[in-house]
Structure formats: C-alpha cells, structure tokens
C-alpha cells in the first residue's frame, strides 16, 4: 500500500495534469468574453499558435502595407493610394512602348496626351497603362485591317455589278465618266471618301450618272468636245439587245433568205449577240 506522502505526490501530478489540459484546451475561457468568440481566433486551436499570430503579426507591422480606403473616402484618399502603387506623379511620367504596335497605332500626340491624362486619372501604374495601350492597339489593328478587308470587296463588288450592266462596254463607259470630270477639272472627285470608306468614284450609282452625264454630253457636242481620254462609244448588254431586237424584227432582211441584204443583217445580229454575252 502507498504512504501517504506517495498518495499525496500522485494527487498533486493529476491536479497538475487537468490544469495544463484545461490551460491548452480551453485557453479562450480565459480570454475576455468581449473577444472570444471573434472570428479571427476560430482558426486558433491552441497557446501556441495564438502566440504564433501574434508574433507574425508584429513582424508584419513595419510592412509596407497600402490600407485601402472605405465607402466614404476622398479623392485625395485614393490619389494615396494610388501614389503608393506606383502611379506616376503626372501624366507625363508615363513612358509607353509604341515599339509593339507598328502601323496599327492610330494613336497621334494629341491622342496619346489624352490617353495618358486618363490612364493618371484612373490611377494606372506605368505597367497597368502600358497593358491597356499594347490591348487597345491590337484590337483597333484588327478592326481596321477588318474595315480595309470590308471596303475592298465593297469596291470588288461595285465592279462586278457595273461589269455585269455595262458587258464589253464596261471600259468604254469608265473612260467616259472620267471624261466628264476632265471636261469639268474635277477629277479630284472621284477620290472623295464615303461613309462606307469607299471612294466616290467607285460607288455604282456616281459612275452611272457620270456616264449618262457623258453619253448626253457626246450626244449634243461631240466626242472631240471631251478632254481627257476618248472612248470607243460601245454599247452596254441593254443597248446591244434593243439593237439585235431591231435587226431581228418581224418582215426583216434577217428573216428573208433571198434578200440581197440578208447577211449583213446575221453577221451584225451575231455581232450584239456577243456583246450581250461578253463574248
């Protein structure tokens, strides 16, 4: 049997056991009520890593740390915030890399002046602004490179269209619009530019009054009157049927094999035939 001293020694190591137990296990009961159950120290299981926190957190204090400002802070606030960012004291402490861009950068000095005051005043970093240039040049390449691709077949399918209503005599009836404008000095108008980024002179329905213009002005004065280039007078697919229909009418030489002009009448009936197709 134990002795009492040995029964007195055991006692005092339980005690001593449940104290350490409670003071690890339970170390919020002794902590003010107040904090207790702060949702900052639910991740804290023990002592310990209560200690831990709070040695790291006062290592963290002499970090260079930006405190972002609330709901109601000022403009001065932010220009703080942003200053310890890395904003640059003003405008002009943006130097962009244009080296990226190419041809694509629409971008002229005053537009780049104004690209830098607004990036300043949306608080970009020399880094954040140089992103936003390089992603707006990219994508302002692309549509302009799609625009470029958009007129070129405006003005391919202009071409066709007139090719298609004018037939073999589509050259003539060019060089007769631009005889027009030669007649009057006014070649430069052909170049303006439309809404659609085409030219005038390549809009179907300019070149068709040009060439009517033309074919009433020949008509009345003349081709000798023209400047500029002469034209052959050819006929569009519309002219040459209207002058097949005349050559084939009913009770013409064309249908009366033993009419001494006969052949005259095929041969020019084959002739407009092939202008029709543009053959």
Same mark, same amino acid.
């Given at each position: 049997m134990m002795s009492e001293e040995q029964v007195a020694e055991v006692s005092a190591e339980a005690t001593q056991s449940v104290e350490e137990t409670q003071g690890f296990g339970d170390w919020r009961d002794s902590i003010p009520a107040e904090v207790r159950d702060h949702t900052s120290l639910r991740h804290i299981t023990d002592v310990g890593a209560l200690a831990k926190s709070y040695v790291h957190a006062q290592q963290m204090i002499g970090a260079d740390k930006v405190a972002i400002p609330g709901k109601h802070a000022t403009a001065d606030d932010w220009n703080e915030v942003y200053t310890?960012?890395?904003?640059?004291?003003? @405008?002009?402490?943006?130097?962009?890399? $244009?080296?990226?861009?190419?041809?694509?950068?629409?971008? *002229?000095?005053?537009?780049? %002046?104004?690209?830098?005051?607004?990036?300043?005043?949306a608080g970009l970093t020399p880094q954040q602004a140089q992103v936003v240039f390089d992603e707006y040049n990219q994508l302002t390449g692309q549509q302009m490179s799609q625009v470029g691709q958009d007129v070129e077949t405006r003005i391919s399918?202009?071409?066709?269209?007139?090719?298609?209503?004018?037939?073999?005599?589509?050259?003539?009836?060019?060089?007769?619009?631009?005889?027009?404008?030669?007649?009057?000095?006014a070649e430069e108008l052909s170049e303006i530019e439309l809404a659609d980024g085409?030219?005038?002179?390549?809009?179907?329905?300019?070149?068709?009054?040009?060439?009517?213009?033309?074919e009433f002005l020949r008509d009345r004065t003349g081709?000798?009157?023209?400047?500029? @280039?002469?034209?052959?007078?050819?006929? $569009?697919?519309?002219?040459?049927?209207?002058?097949?229909? *005349?050559?084939?009418?009913? %009770?013409?030489?064309?249908?009366d094999p033993r009419h001494p002009e006969r052949q005259w009448y095929v041969n020019e009936a084959l002739k407009y035939r092939q202008m029709m197709t543009g053959e």
């Open positions: 310890r960012l890395g904003r640059p004291e003003d @405008p002009n402490g943006y130097e962009l890399d $244009t080296s990226t861009v190419g041809d694509t950068n629409v971008m *002229d000095d005053g537009t780049l %002046n104004w690209y830098k005051q607004v990036a300043h005043k399918q202009a071409e066709m269209e007139l090719k298609r209503e004018f037939g073999s005599a589509f050259d003539d009836r060019m060089q007769l619009g631009s005889s027009v404008l030669a007649e009057f000095g085409t030219r005038l002179g390549d809009n179907p329905d300019a070149v068709r009054m040009l060439v009517r213009i033309g081709e000798d009157s023209f400047a500029g @280039p002469k034209t052959s007078i050819g006929m $569009t697919p519309d002219e040459a049927k209207q002058r097949l229909d *005349d050559l084939t009418a009913p %009770n013409s030489p064309y249908w």
